[in-house]
Structures are given as structure tokens and as C-alpha cells.
């Protein structure tokens, strides 16, 4: 079954803040192919996508892992300039990433949800599972979600966050958290998707300190 959502611009394309409804209708069709076109917002000045095109959703595969891995590099690289150190950036590794997302995949609880063009180009992914710190009050972890630059702020994010949300709902996982750089201008997105910060912790990134943010969800369904 297929659901085509056209938007048909930028007002449009920003109505992604799911209801109960939508999330729990998304849930039916985890697994099977989700269709949205997007298109650039000038007025944002994302104007690098030439033409309107169709964006795909589904539940990946350890297949997956190199395609994602080069979108989580890349997305670092256009997303985090300017705010961790260069010579982090430049040290990522795709290998190392997708060796490490292969791993993932053999993890109970697992789950990956990716967001592609027709073409079966991969711009954009949601992974989350088993959290990593277990003396969290929290059921599941977000580890990561990532887009392109060029996807960014369309809703693409919004359905790939939901796509998760509703496998963790229908794996008995009602709670979740996430990590994120409070220096992070995207920290906003967590927000707008009903996540709380519950707590702060330091990380060294480049060998620089810097804080990252917990954002928690008590209840997701
Ligand atoms: C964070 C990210 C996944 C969000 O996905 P997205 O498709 O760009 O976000 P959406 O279009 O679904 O935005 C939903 C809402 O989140 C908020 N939001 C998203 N990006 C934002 C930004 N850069 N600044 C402020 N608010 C933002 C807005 O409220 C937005 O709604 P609006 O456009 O109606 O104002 C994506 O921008 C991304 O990959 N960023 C770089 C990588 C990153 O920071 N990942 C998270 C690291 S933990």
C-alpha cells in the first residue's frame, strides 16, 4: 500500500507535526513504502535542489549500512561546520561508520528507518533501540537522525522521527531520549517534537569540551 502526501509548498511542507491519528495511521504502515515529494523553501534559502522530487520511506536493512553511513558523514560535514573542530569533521570515516552501523543491526531491539529519492539515493535516516546508558528512566534511545542539507527542513525529519516513534510504540517501548549538542542549531527539532531536556552532560569532541543536551519523552503513544 502506498500513501502519496504532495506537498505542494512551503506552508505545506511544514505541516509535519504528527497528531495522535497521523502517528498511530503511520504505524499500519511501517515496513511498507511512504511517499512525500518535497521541495526546496526559498524562503529559507534551501534553493539547492533543482526540481521537486519524491522522497521514499522505509524500514533499512544491515544493506544499508554504507549508503547511510556516507549520509551521516556527509550531514556532519555540511551540518557541524563551524561548530566542532575542523579537523574532526575532515578525520570522519564512512568505512568506520558503516562498520559500525553493520554492527547495530545484530543489536535486539534495533531499528533503522531511512528516507530516500526514487532513484534509491539514501538523504536521510532514524536509527534508535536499546538505550546505551541504562540509568536512564527511559524505555528506548534515538541514537541518530540525520538528512542532507539539501532535504533539510521539509518534513522529512518529522516523518522519519515518527516512523521510529511508532516502532518503539509497537515494540512495548513508551519512552525515549536523545543526545545532542546544545550548541547544535537543530536542537529545536527535538522541541518541536514534543521532547523535554532532563538533563546535561559533558563530551569532548576534537578534543574540545562541549555540553550535549538529554532530551526525554516520557510517554510516546
Ligand atoms: C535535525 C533534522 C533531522 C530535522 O529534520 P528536518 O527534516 O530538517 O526537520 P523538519 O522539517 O521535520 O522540521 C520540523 C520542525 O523542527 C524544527 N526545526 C528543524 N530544523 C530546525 C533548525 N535548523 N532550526 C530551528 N528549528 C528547526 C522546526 O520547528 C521545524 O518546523 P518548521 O519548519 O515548521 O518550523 C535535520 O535538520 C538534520 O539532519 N540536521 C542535521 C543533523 C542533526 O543535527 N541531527 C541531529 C543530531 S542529534
Known amino acids: 500500500m ?3 502526501a504532495e506537498l505542494v509548498g512551503c506552508d505545506a511542507a511544514k505541516r509535519l507535526e504528527r497528531t495522535r491519528h497521523e502517528r498511530a495511521s503511520l504505524l499500519s504502515f511501517v515496513g511498507e513504502p511512504l511517499t512525500r515529494s518535497v521541495r526546496p523553501c526559498m524562503a529559507k534559502g534551501n ?95 534515538l541514537y541518530a537522525i540525520y538528512l542532507l542539507r539539501d532535504f533539510q527542513r521539509q518534513g522529512v525529519g518529522g516523518k522519519l522521527f515518527a516512523l521510529g516513534v511508532e516502532s518503539l510504540v509497537a515494540d512495548g517501548m513508551n519512552s525515549m531520549y536523545v543526545l545532542t549538542l546544545e550548541a547544535s542549531p537543530y536542537k529545536s527539532f527535538y522541541e518541536k517534537m514534543g521532547g ?6 559533558a563530551i569532548m569532541i576534537g578534543g574540545l569540551k562541549y555540553t550535549e543536551l538529554v532530551y526525554g519523552w516520557n510517554s510516546l503513544s
Do not use: C
Open 196 to 201: 523535554r531536556v532532563v538533563d546535561r552532560e
Open 47 to 141: 534553493m539547492r535542489n533543482a526540481k521537486e522530487q519524491e522522497i521514499t520511506f522505509r524500514r533499512a536493512t544491515v544493506a544499508d549500512s554504507a549508503a547511510v553511513a556516507r549520509v551521516h558523514v556527509q550531514s556532519w560535514r555540511e551540518s557541524f561546520k563551524g561548530i566542532v573542530p575542523q579537523s574532526f569533521l575532515d578525520k570522519m570515516s564512512v568505512q568506520d561508520r558503516a562498520r559500525a552501523f553493520r554492527k547495530r543491526f545484530h543489536d535486539d531491539d534495533y531499528r533503522m528507518f531511512i528516507a530516500e529519492t526514487t532513484k534509491n539515493t539514501v538523504i536521510g535516516f532514524a536509527d534508535s533501540g536499546k538505550p546505551r546508558q541504562i540509568d536512564r528512566p527511559y524505555q528506548a534511545e
Open 2 to 4: 502506498w500513501i502519496a
